[in-house]
């Protein structure tokens, strides 16, 4: 199974209702991250996500450190994939983990975490039978999890 949903703006058209593509970032959106679509294959209790993500990214000073996967309350952290090192010069970019245990049908947020800023507000949630949509997390929404492991040890560029 595979679902993918892009969101790509501040406003709400977030898809070109006439031909289904991406609509271009305004400038100022390109000074937040976010989660831009999350592909979903595998099988119940051990799926792959592809997490597509837009961030300011300028080297290890300021770049995407890690997405995860997170309760819909934000209370559990469920998966995180490590990013390595910034993606200056690659936006948005795409990066999968797993496995995910989850059902079918469990409810889930992915969210993208940036150095030094902290979480991103724009979310994806969804579940991998039902696909995920566009959300906005309130302030706040999980940021003890920013101290659970794994986490980044070093930015190599």
């Known amino acids: 199974m595979r679902y993918a949903i892009w969101l790509l703006l501040l406003t709400a058209s977030t ?8 609509v271009e970032p305004a400038p100022q959106a390109l000074e937040r991250a976010r989660v831009l679509a999350v592909q979903v294959t595998g099988r119940p209790g051990a799926y792959a996500f592809a ?14 450190d890690w997405w995860e996967v997170v309760t819909p309350d934000g209370s559990e952290l469920l998966y995180r994939r490590v ?10 970019f795409t990066r999968s983990g797993g496995p995910v245990l989850l059902d079918p049908d469990t409810l889930v947020v992915v969210r993208v975490h940036v150095k030094p800023s902290g979480y991103a507000a724009d979310a994806l949630k ?12 309130p302030q706040g929404f999980g940021a003890q999890l920013a101290r659970s492991g794994p986490l980044p040890t070093s ?3």
């Open 155 to 157: 930015c190599w560029f």
């Open 126 to 137: 969804g579940s991998a039978t039902a696909g995920f949509e566009p959300v906005v997390l």
């Open 15 to 22: 898809l070109a209702a006439s031909s289904g593509k991406p």
């Open 83 to 92: 990013l390595l090192h910034s993606h200056a010069s690659e936006q948005p």
């Open 51 to 64: 997490v597509t993500v837009q961030s300011p990214d300028s080297g290890c000073d300021r770049y995407a």
